[in-house]
Structure formats: structure tokens, C-alpha cells
């Protein structure tokens, strides 16, 4: 399985990027594809997640409103909107894959089994 994320960079508070998670060598009907951060000096946290069987979004509250996740099942990728982003939002951003979703712990990193590299996301004047 390999997955190559993309779309990070530098942005000004209230503007808007969009990440990019390409999933490939995998062949599982349904799964999760989530998205977490990681801020210097702070935990891995899940900032949003989607399920291939039905579509479901999860978010983490801190993005709920700000942030949409979608999928192209054609191409295999799964984006990340971020819209008004804030300072707090910077950090680096990874997209990973759960083999055996379940949207009552989607949250959880240790569900998920493959990783893609990390994309920097910069919210600063």
C-alpha cells in the first residue's frame, strides 16, 4: 500500500489550502482514509476521517465547519478542504489508511495501519 499526500504549504490565517492523499496497491473493497496532524511539542491528532463503504465524515471539533473531507473514488484520492485556517492549524499533516474501519474510534491512530509521508501546513501573517 502506498499512499503520497500532497497540497501542504505556507498560508495567511483565513485562507484556504487543499490536501491531496493518494491511495494506491490496495485492494480492499471498504476502508477508512484518515487524516491527522502533529504540531511541534504537541500529540498526533486526528483532525478528520472518511469511510469508502458509505461516504461517512468524521471531524475532530476543532475543524468541524472549517474543514471538509471528500473522495474521488476514480482516482483513488481523498482530500482535505481546509478553509479559514487559523495559527493553531499549523503543523504537519499525514494520511493514512484503516484497513478495519469503525467510525466509533476513527479518531484513533493506532487503528490505522498504513501511512503516507507528512505534509507541512504553515498558518502564519
Known amino acids: 500500500v502506498q499512499l503520497q499526500a500532497s497540497g501542504g504549504g505556507l498560508v495567511q490565517p483565513g485562507g484556504s489550502l487543499r490536501l491531496s492523499c493518494v491511495v494506491s496497491?490496495?485492494?480492499?473493497?471498504?476502508?477508512?482514509v484518515g487524516w491527522f496532524r502533529q504540531a511541534p511539542g504537541k500529540e498526533h491528532e486526528g483532525v478528520s476521517s472518511?469511510?469508502?463503504?458509505?461516504?461517512?465524515?468524521y471531524y475532530a471539533d476543532f475543524v468541524r465547519g472549517r474543514f471538509t473531507i471528500s473522495r474521488d473514488r476514480a482516482a483513488n484520492t481523498v482530500y482535505l478542504q481546509m478553509n479559514n485556517l487559523k495559527p493553531e492549524d499549523t503543523a504537519v499533516y499525514y494520511c493514512a489508511v484503516a484497513r478495519s474501519f469503525s467510525g466509533s474510534v476513527w479518531f484513533s491512530s493506532g487503528r490505522y495501519n498504513d501511512w503516507g509521508q507528512g505534509v507541512q501546513v504553515t498558518v502564519s501573517s
Open positions: 472518511i469511510f469508502t463503504g458509505d461516504n461517512s465524515e
Open positions: 496497491g490496495f485492494s480492499f473493497d471498504y476502508y477508512g
